[in-house]
C-alpha cells in the first residue's frame, strides 16, 4: 500500500510538472510578432519593401483581415521597392530582432532576402539608388538624402560585425557587407564637393554615372546639405582607424559646419490662421541658438530655398506657404558633432 501511495506521488509530481511546462513549450513554438509578420505581408518579390501603400506611409501595427492580406500579396510584383524614409533597412533590422526573440525561421529568411537586395541595388561606384528597379525621375541618383545611403550602411556595418540579433545572419554575407561598405565610403570621399581647393560638404544627390551633383525633387536644388552632411560626417567618425583620406574628409567637412553656423536665431513652426496651410516657419531671434540652413550655396556658402517651382530664393519669406512650413529648412545637425562627437574623435585620430 505505501509502495502504491508512493509511486501515485511520483506519478503526480511528473504531471504536475509537465503541466506546467507544457504552456511554455506550447508558446515558445508558436510565438509570433504581429509586426514582423505584417513585414513579411508586404515584402517585394525582389527583397526590398515600399514606403507607401495606396499614398500613405506604411505601418505594421494592425491586424489585417484575410481580404486584407490577399490585396496587400496583390501588389507582391511591384517594383516600388526603396530606401526613402527608412524603407527596407528598417523592416531588416526589425525582423531581425524578431528572430532574436522568436527563433521564427521565416523571420530571418525574410531579412536576409532584403540584404540580397540591398547588396544588389548597390552601383559599381559604391552609391545606392532611392529605389531599386525603378529607375524613374530621380529615383536612380545616388541618394543621400534623409540619410538613405547612411541607413543601409550602418545595417551592412552590423552584419558585417555580427554583434547582437545580427550575429543570427548567415556567414556568408559578412564579406560581401563589408566590401559593400569599403565601396560605398570610397563613393562618400569622392562626393564630397571641392570648392577653391577645400573639401566642404555633400549634395543630397548625385549622377549615377558622373557622381556630379543633381537637383532632386523640385524644391531640392543642388547644394551643400547640412543635415545630410552631418549625418556622413557622424557615420565616418565611427569608422576604426580611419585612413588619411577619411580624417581629411572629417576634418575638411568640420571646417565648413563651424564656418557657415547661424548663431543667435532659432527656427520655429507656428499656427498661423490667415495661411493656406494654417501654419506657417520663421525664424526667431535667440541669442542662446546655434542653428545651420538646411542647403548652402555651393561658393558663396549662402543658405538659400525654392518652392515647388524650382526658383532659388535667398529669403524663407518668398517661397509658397506649403513649402515653407513643410520642410525642414533649417535645423541643429551638426551641433552634437561639434560639440561632443568631434572632440572626441581629435583625441583619438587628432589631424
Known amino acids: 500500500m505505501n509502495a502504491i501511495k508512493s509511486n501515485s506521488y511520483w506519478v503526480g509530481v511528473i504531471l504536475s510538472v509537465w503541466c506546467i511546462m507544457q504552456p511554455l513549450t506550447s508558446y515558445s513554438q508558436h510565438e509570433t510578432d504581429l509586426i514582423a509578420d505584417n513585414m513579411l505581408l508586404y515584402q517585394r518579390f525582389n527583397g526590398g519593401w515600399a514606403k507607401a501603400y495606396h499614398n500613405r506611409k506604411i505601418t505594421y501595427d494592425h491586424v489585417f483581415s484575410a481580404a486584407q492580406k490577399k490585396q496587400i500579396k496583390s501588389q ?182 563651424k564656418k557657415v553656423a547661424i548663431k543667435g536665431y532659432r527656427f520655429e513652426h507656428i499656427v498661423a490662421p490667415k495661411e493656406s496651410t494654417g501654419k506657417d516657419a520663421i525664424l526667431v531671434k535667440d541669442a542662446n541658438s546655434v542653428i545651420w540652413a538646411r542647403f548652402y550655396e555651393i561658393g558663396t556658402d549662402r543658405p538659400f530655398f525654392s518652392g515647388r517651382n524650382s526658383e532659388k530664393k535667398y529669403d524663407l519669406k518668398e517661397i509658397e506657404d506649403e513649402r515653407r512650413a513643410g520642410y525642414a529648412w533649417y535645423g541643429s545637425w551638426p551641433a552634437r558633432l561639434i560639440d561632443q562627437d568631434y572632440p572626441a574623435w581629435l583625441s583619438k585620430y587628432g589631424r
Open 76 to 257: 507582391h510584383d511591384l517594383k516600388d521597392a526603396t530606401i526613402d524614409n527608412k524603407a527596407t533597412t528598417r523592416e531588416i533590422n526589425y525582423l531581425l530582432k524578431a528572430y532574436n526573440k522568436t527563433h521564427d525561421s521565416a523571420y530571418l529568411v525574410s531579412a536576409e532576402r532584403g540584404l540580397d537586395y540591398l547588396l544588389k541595388a548597390q552601383y559599381d561606384n559604391g552609391g545606392w539608388p532611392q529605389y531599386y528597379p525603378d529607375s524613374s525621375l530621380y529615383r536612380s541618383q545616388v541618394t543621400f538624402n534623409d540619410n538613405a545611403i547612411i541607413n543601409v550602411l550602418q545595417l551592412l556595418r552590423n552584419v558585417a560585425r555580427q554583434k547582437r540579433e545580427f550575429a543570427a545572419v548567415d556567414p556568408k554575407y559578412v564579406r560581401p557587407c563589408r566590401e559593400a561598405v569599403k565601396r560605398a565610403i570610397d563613393c562618400i570621399l569622392k562626393t564630397q564637393i571641392v570648392v577653391d581647393g577645400r573639401k566642404t560638404a555633400w549634395n543630397q544627390q548625385y549622377n549615377k554615372v558622373t557622381l556630379l551633383p543633381e537637383k532632386a525633387r523640385s524644391f531640392e536644388l543642388v547644394g551643400l546639405a547640412a543635415s545630410e552632411s552631418a549625418a556622413i560626417v557622424d557615420f565616418l567618425m565611427q569608422i576604426p582607424q580611419p585612413s588619411d583620406a577619411v580624417k581629411d574628409a572629417v576634418n575638411s567637412a568640420m571646417t565648413w559646419f
